[in-house]
């Protein structure tokens, strides 16, 4: 782990490039063909939700484009802030609940082991905190969440392991 904390954490811009292109694409593509069949009933139940699907997407890529995170040697901080609203959650490793690390990939990228990413689940008393491998500083929060769930004495359910192998870190250490 970096011994240089705190740590910023953040989703670099050019991470997201791609996922902001697929929300925007298929918005327009959808939202296009709902125009163009002049709200045709069926039209608007397939390209309805559609559109939908893509919105909401849109507003995830979003909300990690001002999401920024601070890791510390007591915990965790996030911050999800747009100039009008934010959310502020702190998490402490002494009241971490639970750890789960999950590697979604398409079949072909598990065979080539290339692709794919990471999501990381902490949980405390007062919820959950999600976060995506595409963040900066993810290693060293992973790192330092696997060091607070062993002191914890928190068991690792045989995905989160596998993950946690997955990613060159050993579980048990």
């Not at 890791?71 to 747009?82: A, K, P, Q, V």
């Not at 995905?159 to 946690?164: A, M, R, Y």
Request: net charge neutral; glycine share 10%; proline share 3%.
């Amino acid at each position: 782990m970096n011994d240089a904390l705190p740590i910023r954490l953040h989703y670099p811009a050019g991470q997201l490039l791609g996922d902001d292109l697929r929300a925007l694409a298929g918005l327009v593509f959808a939202l296009g063909l709902l125009l163009a069949s002049d709200f045709a009933p069926l039209a608007v139940w397939i390209c309805g939700p559609l559109a939908l699907l893509f919105l909401l997407f849109g507003l995830r890529t979003l909300l990690m484009h001002v999401t920024e995170g601070r890791l510390e040697d007591s915990g965790l901080e996030r911050r999800i802030g747009l100039s009008t609203w934010g959310a502020h959650r702190r998490m402490n490793w002494r009241d971490l609940e639970g750890l789960r690390l999950r590697y979604y990939a398409t079949r072909r990228q598990r065979r080539e082991g290339e692709g794919g990413y990471f999501q990381l689940t902490l949980r405390d008393p007062r919820g959950r905190m999600k976060f995506e491998s595409t963040l900066a500083g993810f290693e060293d929060l992973i790192e330092a969440a696997v060091a607070a769930a062993r002191h914890k004495g928190l068991s690792l359910d045989e995905t989160t392991c596998d993950s946690l192998l997955h990613m060159g870190l050993d579980p048990r250490a």
